[in-house]
């Protein structure tokens, strides 16, 4: 376990902060800050950096999970074949009623509808399907909630460090 103190959190609350604000925060000398933040990424606690974007904004407003029950043998190429899809955002392998959870954002109820019926129904892993629509969302940043229709991060967006 690494000891890094705030570092981890200022930073998931806005990945782009220079370091120069970063030690202003932490009350630390560049230097320091500098080399926490060295330190969580080379423990990988940081994996990378990302934005948030608004589904909304860019044309995908509906969101849903959808509940996968899938032949057992069948998650690890489903898994590559569902990630491909710009439609997930997220895949979950989980127990209980559902093998596999995907949080989904589709253009509107139609564009769902196809996704869900001509998609992942006709795959021969997939057992049987269960969507439930998304109302609203609450961030798990220290932020605060984020506003209604609001997406987690994205992987693999970089950030230059300043």
């Known amino acids: 376990m690494i000891s890094t103190g705030p570092s981890w959190r200022l930073l998931r609350e806005d990945g782009r902060i220079s370091m120069r604000a970063l030690a202003a925060r932490l009350h630390i000398s560049r230097a320091g800050a500098y080399l926490r933040v060295q330190r969580l990424e ?24 959808v509940h996968l029950k899938i032949a057992q043998p069948a998650w690890k190429p489903l898994r590559a074949r569902l990630m491909t899809m710009p439609e997930v955002e997220h895949a979950a392998l989980v127990s209980g009623d559902a093998d596999i959870v995907l949080l989904v954002r589709a253009r509107d109820i139609a564009a769902l509808r196809e996704l869900v019926l001509n998609s992942f129904q006709s795959m021969p892993e997939v057992r049987s399907t269960q969507t439930v629509l998304i109302f609203d969302e609450l961030g798990h940043d220290t932020a605060g909630a984020r506003p209604t229709g609001a997406a987690g991060p994205s992987p693999g967006t970089q950030r230059s460090r300043r």
Request: charged share 15%; hydrophobic share 30%; no cysteine.
């Open 42 to 65: 080379e423990a990988g606690v940081i994996t990378g950096y990302s934005a948030r974007v608004d589904p909304q904004r860019y044309g995908y407003g509906l969101s849903a999970y």
